[in-house]
Structures are given as structure tokens and as C-alpha cells.
């Protein structure tokens, strides 16, 4: 495959929900908060859309909503320690804000909340990027998709309380249409904007933005590996059991409310299949695949770890048993805090110590979030440890076109240079700009970036 298959260049986008509060009062709209928390990018840079040391992007997005797109990594534990890595920088920053907040004789703190809708009902998201080869009809390859991203929620949604009960999903009510290349008119399934950030004639990159923000790592390895898993089958050609949905989009909200899986979708060629049927069998594909999946990108024993993780949810699913896979999956594990707190009270859904409950799980401040609290007690299991997240703070991922992008910042920041960057370009500002394009997201090295970071490194440092 032109992707260089199976490896993969995956990333993430995250948009987090901000607040400042002094006790339950708030004491600053979501704007002026963001413009505290953005302050002292803002003074190093110039701007509140930046590249970071460790080459992901950081900015501010529409609605005032900070958001952190990690750099392009190429192995499933990599992204999550550069997702989570975003949670750990943008922590500093709030941080320096509460600072801020305080001298300016303001008061309060800064939160921020890695879920995808605010108590208004506004939402935003979390975006999952895979590159795929130019050679596939992405409108088709969608379709394929839609059966078991519609139903994916069943293993990997966040949990919310809508409407007096329970959901598995807090982006299933958001989305109204299966693949589109709109963005926020009709927040498609899977989005077709041809903008594949290297190489067009060889790439494009498959952009979801169905998915729930996921504080669980296993439910987040869950959530990316079976993606992973589907797209490479997919390419392969591989048998995969044909379940195209009539009309896809119509069952969406039916499965966040079910979480028994019993939803019966309509297949185009006629006869209905639960939600849970179908990722049963796209599991037992899966599994087949693993048996002959080439041991690149992922490895596969992260895979088989991925695969047995997906079959112990669909079996905690049909069986209504969800004691082994409460301490993985973010729903499971939200639903069951919830019900702990509601019986305690005795009250319905519509309490609104429960709502409280369901926004604090998702601060991402390790020492004030309620699932960083169930992680500290051993309630919350890890795929991953402190050490690699760490390790995605300070510096890019080294086998990906990141590590020269994040090179290329320590060079020209040391130097004090006026430079710009995007995911392809590299740019030094002078009177003769010198710039470098860079379309091969899976090269980790490049003669012409080289040595323009040699000559960076050569000029005189600028104050």
C-alpha cells in the first residue's frame, strides 16, 4: 500500500471544555479564561496557534475551546502518550493561569474537561486522523465503515447523563450524517475535506469525528486499535462479513441509549443485525486478521492485547457482567461511579449532584479529577506509564516527519528566529525566506531540512 502499510500515520485532535470557578461561583466566561490560559503562548509566540517542542499543534479554537492536535505518530502506545501528553501541557498552562488569575485579584481556578459537551448542550469534539493510500474512494471506504463506527460507541464511548438517564456516548446525539465534507454544518461520521498534509497523489487522511474523548487509556487503545484493525482489513482486501446499513445514520442515538447492544439495525439487503452482532463480527474478523497481519506499525502483540480487550466488552455487553472491564472502559467505569453516588442519595438521574460527578471525571488536573482519582486508587486501569507520557511532553515521536518538524523548533527557538511551520512546511523568515517541504509523513529524516537546521544553527541568535 502507498501508506506504507500496515504502518500508519495516526494523530488526534482534542478540544477540552474551560471554565474558572471560586467554589461552585464562576468567575470568568469561557473566553476570558481562555485568554489567561493562552497568555503566555501568546508572549512567547506571537500567537495562540502554535507548534509545541514535542511538535504537536496547540491553539485556541473556535468557542474559546483550547485544543491540542498531537504530532503524526505511527504506533498505537505512541499516540496515546502524545494524546495524553496534551492533557499534561495544557495542565501547565492552567496552572500559570491560576497564577495569573490570582495577582490580577480575580481568584478562582482554571478547569479544564477532556468530554465533548457543556452543560448548555454545546458540543465539540475529539478527531481522529489515519492516513490512507490516494488510491481508495474515501466516500465508499466510508460507507464500508459505517457499521461499525455507528455501533464502536457500545466499546469506547465516554458515558453521559441526557435527559434523565444514562448514555454510553456523549457524540452520538451530535452527529446527523454518515460521511460528508461538511465539519460543523452536518458533523458527518467520517468527514471527505481532502486535505491529506503530505503527499496528494500518494495520500489521504480519513478524518473521524464521531468518537467520544476518552480519559481511559485501555479505552482509548480500544477505541484507535479496532479502528486500526478495520482500516487495514479493509485495504487488504481481507473478508470482512458485508453488513451495509440501510440508512446508518437513523440508529446512532438508539445505541447510546441501549447499552445491552440489543438495537436492530435495517441492512440494505434486507433483515435487521443487533448493534452487538455487529461487532461481534467484525471482532471474529479481526481475530483472523491478527493470525497474518504483518508485525509493523503497531506491533502485534499490542494488537492481540487490543483484540482480547474488545472481545471481554462485547462479552460484558451480552452478558450484562461488566466486573471485568469496569476498571477499562470509560463508560462502564463513569456508569458505575454514578450509580454508586445515585443510590447513596436516592435519587433519579436528573440529580444534580450527578451531573457534577459526570463533568468532574473528565478534569484532566491529575490531582482534582475524579477518574485520575480512581487511577490513584487502582480503580482505573493503564496501557501505558508516567515515563512515556513524560517522554511525549518533552520531545516529538522519532520515527515520524515530527521529529524534524520538532528539530527544526529547537533550532530556529534557539536562535531566536522568526520562522513559521505548518504539518508539510518549515520556514525561516528572512529577507530571502528559506523554506522546506516536507510530503512524506513517515520520514523521520530529510537531506534538504537537514540542512536548513545546520544553517539555522550557524546564524547568529537574534533577541
Excluded at 514535542?54 to 504506533?75: K, M
Excluded at 478495520?230 to 446499513?245: N, Q, S, T
Excluded at 450509580?339 to 435519587?347: A, I, S, T, Y
Excluded at 537531506?447 to 544553517?455: G, R, Y
Amino acid at each position: 500500500m502507498a501508506t506504507g502499510y500496515p504502518r500508519r500515520i495516526m494523530g488526534v485532535e482534542t478540544e477540552f471544555g474551560i471554565a474558572a470557578y471560586d467554589g461552585a461561583r464562576q468567575v470568568l466566561a469561557p473566553e476570558e479564561i481562555a485568554r489567561y490560559l493562552f497568555r503566555p503562548v501568546v508572549a512567547a509566540h506571537r500567537s495562540s496557534n502554535v507548534y509545541v517542542g514535542n511538535a504537536a499543534r496547540l491553539y485556541l479554537d473556535v468557542g474559546s475551546h483550547p485544543e491540542y492536535a498531537t504530532a503524526e505518530c505511527d504506533s498505537l502506545s505512541q499516540l496515546l502518550a502524545h494524546d495524553k501528553a496534551g492533557e499534561r501541557i495544557f495542565v501547565g498552562l492552567a496552572k500559570t493561569a491560576d497564577e495569573a488569575l490570582r495577582a490580577d485579584g480575580v481568584g478562582g481556578a482554571t478547569y479544564l474537561f477532556k468530554n465533548n459537551v457543556d452543560s448548555r448542550g454545546n458540543s465539540y469534539g475529539t478527531h481522529e486522523n489515519y492516513l490512507v493510500s490516494r488510491e481508495l474512494a474515501l466516500k465508499s471506504f466510508g460507507q464500508q465503515f459505517l457499521p461499525f463506527l455507528i455501533t464502536r460507541q457500545l466499546i469506547c464511548g465516554a458515558g453521559k447523563i441526557a435527559g434523565g438517564r444514562f448514555l454510553i456516548s456523549q457524540r452520538a446525539d451530535q452527529v446527523w450524517e454518515g460521511v460528508s465534507s461538511a465539519t460543523t454544518r452536518t458533523r458527518p461520521i467520517i468527514n471527505t475535506r481532502d486535505e491529506p498534509h503530505g503527499d496528494s497523489h500518494r495520500f489521504r487522511r480519513m478524518h473521524v469525528i464521531v468518537g467520544d474523548s476518552n480519559m481511559s487509556e485501555p479505552t482509548f487503545a480500544l477505541k484507535v486499535g479496532s479502528m486500526l484493525l478495520v482500516i487495514e482489513m479493509l485495504e487488504a482486501g481481507f473478508d470482512l462479513p458485508d453488513m451495509e446499513l440501510s440508512d446508518p445514520i437513523s440508529h446512532i442515538r438508539d445505541i447510546a441509549a441501549d447499552p445491552a447492544g440489543s438495537t436492530a439495525l435495517d441492512l440494505s439487503a434486507g433483515g435487521t443485525v443487533t448493534a452487538l452482532e455487529v461487532q461481534r463480527r467484525t471482532l471474529e474478523a479481526a481475530t483472523r486478521w491478527l493470525a497474518v497481519r504483518p508485525d509493523e506499525g503497531t506491533p502485534n502483540e499490542e494488537m492481540a492485547r487490543v483484540v482480547e480487550l474488545w472481545g471481554r466488552v462485547l462479552d460484558a455487553i451480552e452478558t450484562q457482567d461488566f466486573s471485568g472491564v469496569d476498571q477499562e472502559i470509560d463508560w462502564v467505569i463513569k456508569r458505575r461511579l454514578l450509580e454508586q453516588v445515585k443510590d447513596k442519595l436516592g435519587c433519579g438521574w436528573g440529580h444534580p449532584k450527578l451531573a457534577q460527578v459526570d463533568l468532574t471525571y473528565h478534569d484532566i488536573d491529575p490531582d482534582r479529577g475524579l477518574f485520575y482519582l480512581l487511577q490513584r486508587k487502582g480503580l482505573a486501569k493503564r496501557w501505558i506509564t508516567d515515563a512515556d507520557i513524560e517522554r511525549a511532553v518533552a520531545a516529538p515521536p522519532e520515527t515520524t516527519r515530527a521529529a524534524i518538524r520538532g528539530e527544526f523548533l529547537d533550532a530556529v527557538r534557539e536562535r531566536g528566529l522568526a520562522h513559521n511551520v505548518d504539518w508539510v512546511n518549515l520556514k525561516v523568515n528572512r529577507l530571502e525566506p528559506r523554506t522546506v517541504e516536507l510530503l512524506d509523513p513517515f520520514a523521520a529524516t530529510d537531506p534538504a531540512a537537514a540542512e536548513l537546521i545546520d544553517w539555522v544553527r550557524q546564524q547568529p541568535a537574534e533577541e
